[in-house]
């Protein structure tokens, strides 16, 4: 981005940001209302910066710098929490029944930043565990067997800013197969991510009312 077209970004944040805190300021008529307001300021200068930065018009470390994401990390995580998948913890697994479970080791070929295991059949998702200090190798505990599951491989090339390395694998969990071998794919941008997300999120059931 040139001086010129960063000189226009600013200025289209500022008067956005302006803008949004003069509605406030005029809607107020009480403690509670200015409380109601200003939250509903910080939710919509976060979409309207989101939407500049999907859009091209301003990049990911300006945006970082004008939400409260700072990192690739940040956005990503604030990115999975609005998915409907959810993290398990391991108890849920006491309604599998009789079902063996093991511990499943994945090794990817190059490190690996975030990893998750997410199940085809029911809304759950296990976060791994970094092995022995290898940054390459994580292990998910207490894996029960007989499950569709995709394991998902994200690695940041950098800290603030895309495109980031992405892969995701699809297998039936079993304890004769406990290590898994997982390599990264092509490079891919925000939305191509958030696409993978939106798939993911579709695969497994909906979340009952």
Known sequence: MDTSQLQKTILNLEALETKLIKDVINKTKSIEDADKLYSDFNELFHLKTKELFLNGDITMTEYTSASEENTVEDLINYEFSLTELGLLNIDAFADFGGEKRYDLKVKFKTRCNDYKLVFKGFRGVIPGEIVDGKKNTVVFRNV????????VGINYLNDKEFPVQFS????????NKDLVHLKFGNQITFKQLQKELEFLDKLVPALED
Do not use: L, M, R
């Open 168 to 175: 995701k694998k699809y297998f039936k969990t079993s304890a």
């Open 144 to 151: 029960p067997e007989d499950q569709g599951v995709y394991i």
